[in-house]
Nanobody, 120 residues
Framework: QVQLVESGGGLVQPGGSLRLSCAAS????????MGWYRQAPGNQRELVAT???????NYADSVKGRFTISRDNAKNTVYLLMNSLKPEDTAVYYC??????????????WGQGTQVTVSS
């Protein structure tokens, strides 16, 4: 079993910054993909950013240039630095890790979510 523990969410004013952290523990397969997804009320969960063990990143168009995803492979931890936050960034942010040890079967785990609220 794998557990993902998220931290760093909170209330911030528009234009402000937050840094989210997510530490994974348990039986983790490498290589893997870690990422952040978010879900606002009334919306479906959407991809924010992902990063592979090798460091390849992918961002949603809505956050490009503002958010930076990074990871520490030794600590199985992924980070999301969010700059220039906008009210539309308000959502519950979920950490994810996934891998395929037996192709094409994917194993995926989710964190509990952390609330990010951007408001003045």
């Amino acid at each position: 079993q794998v557990q993902l523990v998220e931290s760093g969410g909170g209330l911030v004013q528009p234009g402000g910054s937050l840094r989210l952290s997510c530490a994974a523990s348990g039986s983790i397969f490498s290589p893997n993909v870690m990422g952040w997804y978010r879900q606002a009320p009334g919306n479906q969960r959407e991809l924010v950013a992902t990063i592979t063990s090798a460091g390849s990143t992918n961002y949603a168009d809505s956050v490009k240039g503002r958010f930076t995803i990074s990871r520490d492979n030794a600590k199985n931890t992924v980070y999301l630095l969010m700059n220039s936050l906008k009210p539309e960034d308000t959502a519950v942010y979920y950490c994810n890790i996934k891998w395929t040890a037996i192709v094409p079967i994917w194993t995926s785990y989710w964190g509990q979510g952390t609330q990010v609220t951007v408001s003045s």
